[in-house]
C-alpha cells in the first residue's frame, strides 16, 4: 500500500462545476497536509495547506481534513479551465519535513 | 535569484554514462530536497538536506545515486553507470526553515537515458 493514495483520473468536470479531489494517507503521525497544483511539462506549485481537522478556505478552493480517517480534500468551486492540470496530495510527518507524495489526479475542466 | 534554479533542463545520456544534475536553491532557504517524477507519476522522494548535512537519504535508490551540499547552498545530484529506469525529471525544492513551510520547486531537469 502506497503511503499516499490518490485516484488518478482524469476526473472531468464542466466550466463552474465543483470539482472534489480526494486523498487518503497510511502514516497516522502525519501532521501536515498540502496540495499541490501542477500543470503539463511545469513544476508543483503549493495551492492549500492544512494543519488541523475540519475546513480551510482560501478564495474557490477548500482543503478539509479528517485525521480519524486519515483523510483530505480538496473542493474547486466555479471550476475554470484554468484549472486543468494534475493535482498532487502531500503529506509531511513534522520531524525532517520530508514530503510524502500521491500520484496525483488530473483533472480537466471543459468549457 | 527569485527562484530554485535547476541545470541542465535537459540531459541526454547514453545507457552507462555518468551525469551531474545541479540545484541552486532560493538564497537563505535552509533545507533542500531532491525528488524524482516519473511520467504519469507523483514527485517520489530522494533525499533531503539541511544547510550541508544530508540528514535523510532514504530514497534514493541504489548505490548509483550520490548527492552533496557541500557549503549548504548549491547541491548535485550525480547519477552513475546511469540507466533506462532513470529516465524521468528530477525535481529540487527548497523551503526556508520550519518543518511545515512550503516547498519551492525547480523546473526540474528532465533526463533521457538511451
Known amino acids: 500500500q502506497k503511503e499516499v493514495e490518490q485516484n488518478s483520473g482524469p476526473l472531468s468536470v464542466p466550466e463552474g462545476a465543483i470539482a472534489s479531489l480526494n486523498c487518503t494517507y497510511s502514516?497516522?503521525?502525519?501532521?501536515?497536509f498540502f496540495w499541490y497544483r501542477q500543470y503539463s511539462g511545469k513544476s508543483p506549485e503549493l495551492i492549500m495547506s492544512?494543519?488541523?481537522?475540519g475546513d480551510k478556505e482560501d478564495g474557490r478552493f477548500t482543503a478539509q481534513l479528517n485525521k480519524a480517517s486519515q483523510y483530505v480534500s480538496l473542493l474547486i468551486r466555479d471550476s475554470q479551465p484554468s484549472d486543468s492540470a494534475t493535482y498532487l496530495c502531500?503529506?509531511?510527518?513534522?520531524?525532517?519535513?520530508?514530503?510524502?507524495f500521491g500520484q496525483g489526479t488530473e483533472l480537466s475542466v471543459k468549457p | 535569484g527569485a527562484g530554485v534554479s535547476q541545470s541542465p533542463r535537459y540531459k541526454v545520456a547514453k545507457r552507462g554514462q555518468d551525469v551531474a544534475l545541479r540545484c541552486d536553491p532560493i538564497?537563505?532557504?535552509?533545507?533542500l530536497f531532491w525528488y524524482q517524477q516519473a511520467l504519469g507519476q507523483g514527485p517520489e522522494f530522494l533525499t533531503y538536506?539541511?544547510?550541508?548535512?544530508?540528514?535523510?537519504k532514504s530514497g534514493l535508490p541504489s548505490d548509483r545515486f550520490f548527492a552533496e551540499r557541500p557549503e549548504g547552498s548549491v547541491s548535485t545530484l550525480k547519477i552513475q553507470r546511469t540507466q533506462q529506469e532513470d529516465s524521468a525529471v528530477y525535481l529540487c525544492?527548497?523551503?526556508?526553515?520550519?518543518?511545515?513551510?512550503?516547498?519551492?520547486f525547480g523546473e526540474g531537469s528532465r533526463l533521457t537515458v538511451l
Open positions: 502531500a503529506v509531511s510527518d513534522n520531524q525532517g519535513g520530508k514530503l510524502i
Open positions: 525544492a527548497s523551503r526556508k526553515g520550519a518543518p511545515t513551510g512550503e516547498l519551492f
Open positions: 502514516d497516522r503521525v502525519s501532521q501536515s
Open positions: 492544512i494543519y488541523s481537522n
Open positions: 538564497s537563505g532557504h535552509v533545507s
Open positions: 538536506f539541511q544547510n550541508e548535512a544530508q540528514l535523510d
